[in-house]
């Protein structure tokens, strides 16, 4: 026999040594491949070490060499070169006042994993096992051998029979091996000899080859071809090998683990009776988890209403040139808060959904043992992952499945039990101080694919994109961070503990944390921010008490305090979570939630043992304590129908508690002081919380899901666009904005109200009579500035108290005048809310309310934007665009600029529906347009009577412009990701059956329509790279600045603009994405006309940070808000559509300003 053992030795030494030279195998041509691959088939089995069986269960060690470790994937980019690095803060910690750039992260060392199935804490979130770097892989099938794509059909390999072990089935183990290199942040995978070596590529993890093992014939994969595969083994995991149509068929090692009853479909679990693995013994048992859903598509997952399979299904228009975007404007670098997600090149193609339910046992009461136990679900996504850690580290800890914490998890390969799983799992609960019960059901639900997902790039065709996949990827990188912090929605935040950042005051508590979120753009993308949230206060009740009553100590407390400020308290206290314990005796802790408050202690009784008895006299008889606050009232806890009262002064509140209530406007003032940093601060918060979260370290993207997370922020090129030209008196030079502002000069159509056209009110208490003439001075002095004509008010001025009933019929008095300014307090958003729904609901008198503070401090930029909103309230024109400023698109044609947004109430609102508002324009100049304003159920977004909104509009244009449109741009705000179906579908479909409505009685009318999507609530942020790229202080991207490539979708017209100067903070840019473009529109054409849109807000003279149109739609729907204050409404007022429709009795278009 030919001695070749020597050689292969050689060529596994040269590979180590040197990975940028391919070898002569690789260079070899498909017919010698196919040519050399039986004989080395032959020849491998032939040398094949016979072992025990014992000896192959074993994991070898593995010996590494020591050597200088390379840094995994492509050079990070130096975030800050005029920096030097530094240690951030530890998370959590104080950044408000840190003024050091976040520093440059270099590859760090990886964290070693030991496989070790560890005993479950019982007083402590359970802790994941580690596994080690370089241990063997455990099988629990033999491995499949796959069929090379457009290559010679392997032979299959016949493997030693293993002996099992519990858990998991260990793969056969060779004798000798040759020592490992480690590479920093890198998996190794041993492969055999007689395999190709792999060309090094950037960003992928590099493999090492392994002597004497089984022969596998290597199939190289194109990049930019996805093909499906048999997912492969990860050299951390024991997976399951999953048969394929086109493979042969495996004859499977005999298992003596528990089995499980067989579906009739690997995607499906049919049948009203499962039958589940339940430790070692086999139970049948009805299923307690859903029906099983189709491939593709999540159980409890936030998917659209609207489902689709791709987004090739959307009919999106694309971009012309996929690689290539705008080309106007300065050309610069920036950062983004956005980090590449890299693929392992085992990451699978497809992920394994389980539907996962849990619901709790409780225990029986005294004397109903015999009966069955009750029963509920978990809601506490907190408890459910803790129970799903305790399963899996029970019956299957070599695997590390990712969970959502409600009812999906997803693995590489089938996890190890056939489709259905059952089993009984005690937590202890640390609030009772005794372990609880809990049913897990897991059934398997089918595949997703996922592997579009390492292989998109602009003009990746739109039928394998969709998104599930991206849902699942997001899952997979929050499972392990999601399982040690508190989890709010997409944002994580540290323990409470030590973790105060500062008081908001009335028991909240401000916390800082990071979200984070996958994204598609060109690539697949990281999304990590800072945020901030309120918590409530770890204090006592009675603390809590002194803080809304606005007492500083508890002595003051007393009943008739309490009952004054009830109302706030029991707003504060619903739904809140406490822990009631006596003092001294920790075994007496439990934890309710509050519905409000109850009966004092002395007034309550209630039978015990046959006589009535006090709470007061109960807590001094049988719980040896006695009450200090009697005569407070009492927590009413638990069920609502039930009546559990505790004592005040027992009761604490839970900490970690986010507050989703809107707050107070003092404590609004405050959060906005701390959370506006600059972009130096910003930067380092950022980083901060990737840290703290820290993905790369998680078991799920090691073992499971092999997939890191570059940590340096993503650079990419930007564009400075030029600010239009506008025009204000035609007999003026037009003027360009500097910074994204500008100073008013004369308007371009000038209001005038002449004498007693106007007059003066007061509902404010304090007097100011003595100030108004000196107001009313500055006030016609600056109008006749701008150009306007203010002739003297109507006297005298009048005062009231601001009761409703007098403010109606001052107004029913007072109702020619074209104007009535209104004097209100500084902190009564009630009384605005009064002023607007008498004078423009029922009376139909024009209003302009001003804050007392305005009026005895009057300030000059002030008064000017006052003048701003009443010249434009009064039908009058502020500021154009110049003759040759006007956007491209916009040129020669008629046009209808449209914005439309939707209002939704506070979390804490009862019976208060949202409002959908819409704003069009109706001239030449687009800066007048009208509203209108719907109500509808509330959280909808879908606004519902958007067909006859739109005729409305066009109708009022016809009649003012004696024209019709040619065009119609649709701005659309408050519009998520999963939405983009229903707008498509509904939305889309109503404006164009509205235009086919009218078209019967001008059949010429046939606009285009071009609907472009407006996203605010993202958290993309924007840094520049250079010092020159700012003009403010904070160091933030100028005025005009556009992200169009890189970052966004790799398909579609969509693109991030900050289009205003920030005042404070870090600047926020708008989203916008084009889903409609009939019209033709290029990018350019479209960023221009967005980023000119911004500058014609009426209320200021600066650029704002969406535009005009859809900036009018928000103060609109506000006003609706406004004019509903107070009213309460039921799912029945909803099928009127007469009490849906709020008509204002004013002929002013633009009062809502």
């Given amino acids: ?221 194109a990049p930019q071809q996805p093909v499906q595969q048999v997912p492969q083994q990860h050299i951390l995991q024991a997976p399951q090998q999953v048969a394929r149509r086109q493979e042969q068929p495996v004859q499977q090692v005999p298992q003596q683990a528990p089995t499980s009853r067989p579906s009739t479909s690997s995607q499906q679990v049919s049948g009203a009776q499962q039958q589940f693995e339940r430790g070692d013994a086999s139970v049948t048992r009805k299923a307690t988890s859903p029906s099983s859903t189709s491939s593709g598509q999540l159980s409890k997952v936030s998917v659209p209403k609207y489902k689709f399979k791709s987004e090739k299904d959307l009919n999106i228009p694309r971009r012309k040139d996929p690689k290539k975007a705008g080309t106007v404007g300065q050309r610069i670098r920036v950062w983004t808060n956005m980090f590449e997600i890299v693929f392992h090149k085992n990451f699978v193609d497809e992920a394994v959904h389980y539907d996962v339910k849990v619901v709790a046992i409780d225990k029986l009461p005294r004397g109903k043992e015999g009966s069955e136990p009750k029963k509920r679900d978990i809601k506490n996504k907190t408890l459910l992952r803790e129970i799903f850690e305790r399963c899996r580290s029970l019956h299957f800890p070599e695997r590390y499945p990712a969970y959502d914490g409600m009812a999906n998890a997803f693995a590489a390969r089938d996890l190890p039990f056939g489709d259905s799983f059952f089993s009984e799992v005690e937590i202890f609960d640390k609030d009772r101080d005794e372990n609880r019960s809990y049913e897990v059901a897991i059934n398997k639900a089918g595949k997703i694919d996922l592997s579009w997902l390492k292989y998109i790039k602009p003009g990746l065709d739109e039928a394998i994109i969709n998104q599930t996949s991206i849902q699942v990827l997001d899952v997979i990188l929050r499972h392990a961070p999601a399982s040690r912090l508190i989890s709010v929605g997409k944002s994580l935040f540290p323990p409470v503990e030590n973790k105060r950042l500062e008081a908001l005051g009335k028991g909240l508590d401000l916390h800082v944390g990071g979200f984070t979120s996958a994204i598609i753009g060109w690539k697949p993308y990281l999304n990590v921010d800072v945020i901030h949230k309120a918590f409530a206060t770890n204090q006592t009740i009675l603390k809590l008490l002194c803080q809304l009553c606005g007492l500083r100590e508890e002595s003051e407390l007393d009943e008739k305090t309490v009952m004054y400020y009830e109302r706030d308290i029991c707003k504060f206290l619903n739904g809140l979570k406490v822990n009631y314990a006596l003092p001294g005796q920790p075994s007496t802790k439990r934890t309710f939630r509050v519905n409000g408050l109850g009966p004092n202690s002395i007034n309550h009784k209630f039978d015990v043992k046959g006589k009535m008895c006090s709470t007061q006299e109960y807590f001094a008889s049988l719980k040896n304590y006695r009450i200090n606050w009697p005569t407070l009232p009492c927590l009413w806890v638990g069920k609502r129908d039930g009546k559990t009262y505790l004592p005040l002064e027992l009761c604490q509140v839970v900490p970690g508690q986010p507050i989703n209530r809107k707050l107070e406007e003092e404590q609004c003032t405050k959060m906005i002081r701390f959370a506006a940093t600059g972009t130096e601060i910003r930067k380092e918060k950022i980083m901060t919380a990737f840290n703290g979260i820290n993905v790369n370290r998680s078991p799920v993207t090691q073992c499971e899901f092999p997939v890191r997370v570059n940590p340096t922020m993503k650079e990419v090129e930007a564009r400075i666009l030029p600010p239009p030209t506008l025009q204000y008196d035609s007999r003026m030079q037009p003027m360009k904005p500097i910074r994204g502002t500008w100073r008013a000069t004369k308007f371009s159509t000038p209001a005038r109200l002449d004498d007693a056209t106007w007059t003066i009110v007061n509902i404010c208490p304090q007097p100011v009579d003595n100030k108004l003439p000196d107001f009313v001075k500055e006030l016609t002095d600056q109008a006749s500035k701008f150009g306007m004509v203010i002739g003297k008010p109507k006297l005298p001025y009048l005062k009231i108290r601001g009761q409703p009933r007098e403010i109606e019929q001052l107004f029913t008095r007072e109702k020619d005048m074209k104007l009535i300014i209104v004097i209100l307090p500084n902190h009564t958003d009630s009384v605005y809310g009064k002023v607007k729904q008498i004078s423009e609901l029922r009376v139909g008198v024009l209003t302009q309310c001003i804050k007392v503070k305005n009026i005895i401090r009057p300030n000059l930029s002030t008064i000017q934007n006052i003048l701003l909103k009443i010249n434009s309230k009064l039908n009058g024109i502020n500021h154009t665009f110049a003759p040759m400023g006007m956007p491209e698109c916009l040129r020669n044609t008629h046009y209808m600029l449209i914005g439309a947004d939707v209002s939704h109430p506070s979390p804490d609102a009862k019976n208060i529906p949202s409002v959908a508002a819409v704003a069009a324009s109706h001239d030449e100049t687009t800066f007048k347009y009208n509203v209108t304003i719907r109500l509808q159920q509330a959280k909808q977004e879908e606004i519902a009577d958007l067909k006859e909104i739109m005729l409305k509009h066009i109708v009022f244009y016809v009649k003012e412009m004696r024209k019709i449109p040619k065009k119609i741009i649709f701005y659309r705000d408050g519009v998520s990701e999963g939405q983009i179906a229903m707008v498509l579908d509904k939305e889309i479909r109503c404006i164009k059956e509205a235009c086919r409505e009218y078209a019967r009685v001008k059949p010429e009318f046939k606009p285009e329509l071009t609907f472009v999507i407006v996203q605010k609530r993202h958290h993309i942020r924007l840094f520049p790279t250079r010092k020159e790229d700012s003009d403010d202080k904070n160091y933030n991207v100028k005025a005009g600045t556009i992200v169009d490539t890189e970052i966004t979708h790799p398909n579609h017209i969509d693109f991030y603009l900050v289009s205003h100067a920030s005042i404070q903070g870090t600047a926020r840019p708008t989203k916008y994405r084009c889903i409609c473009n009939e019209s033709n529109f290029s990018e350019d054409q479209l960023e221009e006309l967005t980023y000119h849109l911004c500058h014609m807000y009426a209320r200021c003279t600066r650029s704002v940070s969406y535009p005009a149109p859809t900036y009018y739609a928000h103060l609109a729907a506000y006003r609706g808000r406004m004019w509903i204050q107070g009213d309460s409404y039921t799912d029945s007022d909803f099928q009127d559509k007469n009490k849906c429709k709020l008509e204002p009795k004013l002929i002013c278009p633009m009062s809502f300003i």
């Fill in 1 to 221: 026999m030919p001695r070749k053992g020597k050689k292969k030795h050689r060529v596994q030494q040269e590979e180590d040594t040197s990975t940028s030279a391919p070898s002569t195998s690789e260079q070899q041509s498909p017919s010698q491949q196919q040519q050399k691959q039986p004989q080395q088939s032959s020849q491998q089995q032939q040398k094949q070490p016979q072992q025990s069986s014992q000896q192959q269960c074993l994991p070898q060690p593995v010996q590494q060499q020591a050597s200088q470790p390379q840094a995994w994937g492509p050079r990070p980019q130096q975030p800050f070169p005029q920096h030097q690095a530094s240690q951030p803060p530890a998370w959590g910690g104080s950044l408000m006042h840190a003024q050091q750039p976040f520093p440059q992260h270099q590859a760090s060392q990886p964290q070693v994993w030991v496989p070790r199935p560890q005993p479950f804490p019982r007083s402590s979130s359970p802790q994941v096992p580690q596994q080690q770097w370089a241990q063997q892989p455990q099988q629990l099938v033999q491995q499949v051998q796959r069929q090379p794509v457009q290559q010679v059909p392997q032979q299959p390999v016949q493997q030693v029979p293993q002996t099992p072990q519990q858990g998991a089935w260990r793969s056969q183990q060779p004798v000798q091996q040759v020592p490992q290199t480690p590479q920093q942040g890198a998996w190794r995978s041993q492969q055999p000899v007689q395999q190709v070596p792999q060309t090094s590529q950037q960003g992928a993890w590099r493999s090492q080859q392994l002597v004497q093992q089984v022969p596998q014939q290597y199939v190289p994969q």
